[in-house]
């Protein structure tokens, strides 16, 4: 298997490969921009957890507020070490950089395989191949980790639990912005028997021609809340009012994201952001993404407090187990909210 990253260091290309050419790769040319620069809305989780009443209050209230006319936010003072957001970058380049045979061992596996290696594949309605290189681990209930390079899979634990945590803080208090209790969607969702954690690493080499590939194209992500950090490159994008804004993530941040399941929960009060990830000829971006959704063989549906017949909110969304959702979005195109859509009433 040749990935993206080989293609890149042979040092004979100064062209992208006819199957990476993406003619959606003119949305980034052609796509509508945000007028100005967009100042995306901060949510200070400290005040969340360790605030005084009012505080807590006004955050619960802000995160409502951000969900529904957003869909993204940045996470700041959340508790995780700069230090632990620092060596994941580091330890996620050090396993892209490992020789063949170190990833090899887990290239080509099954969607719930524990650890999965690869490259981009051409899942888009044109058939092009994605410009990243991806590494994908199960670490929550049951936690996974390649073994090389050394010490990544300890720091993959220590961050991904710390993500964890901030998820299901996050987590309390949309339920409690909803007017729910706070461990509803907790409760609901069967989160305490084992939530899913998702980890996804993205290496997205320098490309010689960024205008006509694709890093990932729009699409939204599956789960409740998927959180995100990367190197000082930019490269994501989100559709916020019909316009694409870049997104620049503060220091020791996390860069959050709702997901379709939390549009599923909610009955559409909270909705799922469309993004996209572009690409560069300079150099190397890497992007680490958590995603947080229920157990596997949970049902998700709209909550049962979030419907109202005689307000005439029926059901929007038909249930449908988490695991068969991945399945769906994993072995079909990603083309914005595509699998979503095939879920509503």
């Known amino acids: 298997m040749l990935c993206v990253k080989q293609l890149v260091e042979s ?10 050419v993406s003619r959606r790769s ?7 921009f945000a007028d100005q620069e967009v100042v995306i809305p901060i949510i200070d989780f400290s005040l969340l957890t360790c605030g005084n009443a009012e505080q807590r209050s ?18 700041i003072n959340h508790g995780v070490p700069q230090k632990v957001m620092d060596d994941m970058i580091r330890g996620s380049q050090g396993f892209f950089d490992l020789i063949d045979e170190e990833k090899h061992e887990y290239a080509g596996r099954a969607l719930f395989e524990p650890i999965r290696w690869g490259t981009s594949f051409n899942a888009t309605a044109d058939k092009a191949f994605f410009w990243r290189d991806f590494l994908k681990v ?3 209930p049951h936690f996974n980790a390649p073994k090389s390079p050394t010490g990544f899979s300890e720091i993959i634990e220590e961050y991904c639990k710390g993500a964890r945590e901030v998820a299901d803080q996050l987590l309390r ?13 907790e409760n609901i969702m069967d989160m305490k028997s084992g939530a899913h954690q998702l980890l996804v690493i993205n290496m997205y080499p320098p490309c010689p021609q960024p205008d006509v590939a694709m890093g ?52 559409g009060k909270y909705k799922s952001v469309v993004h996209r990830a572009l690409v560069n000829d300079k150099a190397t971006r890497i992007s680490v993404g958590t995603a947080h959704g229920p157990p596997l063989e949970t049902v998700v ?5 979030l ?16 695991k068969e959702f991945l399945e769906l979005q994993q072995c079909n195109q990603l083309n914005g909210k595509s699998c979503l859509n095939r879920l509503r009433i």
């Open 11 to 20: 040092g004979c290309l100064t062209t992208v490969p006819s199957k990476y």
């Open 26 to 32: 003119l949305e980034y040319s052609e796509g509508r």
């Open 58 to 75: 006004k955050v619960i209230e802000d995160l409502g507020n951000t969900c529904r006319e957003w869909g993204f936010f940045m996470v």
């Open 138 to 140: 199960h670490v929550h």
């Open 173 to 185: 208090g949309i339920s409690k912005s909803l007017g729910l209790e706070e461990t509803y969607i």
């Open 216 to 267: 990932l194209p729009p699409h939204s992500d599956h789960g409740l809340l998927t959180l995100l950090t990367q190197n000082e490159l930019s490269g994501l994008q989100v559709i916020h009012n019909g316009n694409w804004v870049s997104v620049n993530p503060l220091p020791n941040s996390f860069f959050v994201i709702t997901g379709d399941h939390m549009e599923i929960l909610t009955n």
């Open 301 to 305: 549906r709209p909550a049962p407090k």
């Open 307 to 322: 419907v109202d017949y005689k307000a005439q909110q029926p059901p929007a969304y038909r249930g449908i187990k988490y």
